[in-house]
């Protein structure tokens, strides 16, 4: 069973709910990169989200977006970022990784060795925010064979759609709260309750 599964239903039983953290890495270097991993087990993370810096990152604010700017000028790459999960697993890390990319890193080196290298590195789940569900055919029947969760995300729209996602989603769903980029909200948009309960349905 995959490690994000086996942490949901952990999570389950106990009637909690996951926190899950976001970390640029290489963001100021690789070394301490594998020090906040270990200081997030231990403060409770449940699982952990693995950013690959990237020079474009659409999708990302200006907090995440000069966090990658350092990681990049530090040498990191998505083979770092896979290399360095596998040494926090080497380490004795048991958190359930999931790598957050996107998807021209992934393209430069290959689909296939990407998702070889990402299950000899134990990483659980991938991420990919710029790959839209009618374009994603290759990279799910890869991350399917290697037991690896490709994770969806869901942004506020229509309900046949988000119930299509639903349907073919593995691991869980990201949902993105408001349209935009991520950064600090004063507040969500009003429907987000009916959104959520719409996932859930």
Known sequence: MNRIDRKFAELKSAGKNALIPFITVGDPTADVTLDIIRELEKSGADLLELGVPYSDPLADGPVIQESSGRALKS??????????????????SELPMILFTYYNPLLRIGLERVFELMKESDISGVIIPDLPMEEDAEAKQLAERHGIHLIPLIAPTSNERVQKIVGRASGFVYCVSSMGVTGVRSEFHAGVDDFLASVKA
């Open 75 to 92: 040498g990191i790459t998505v083979l770092k970022v896979i290399e360095i999960a596998k040494q926090a697993r080497s380490e004795g």
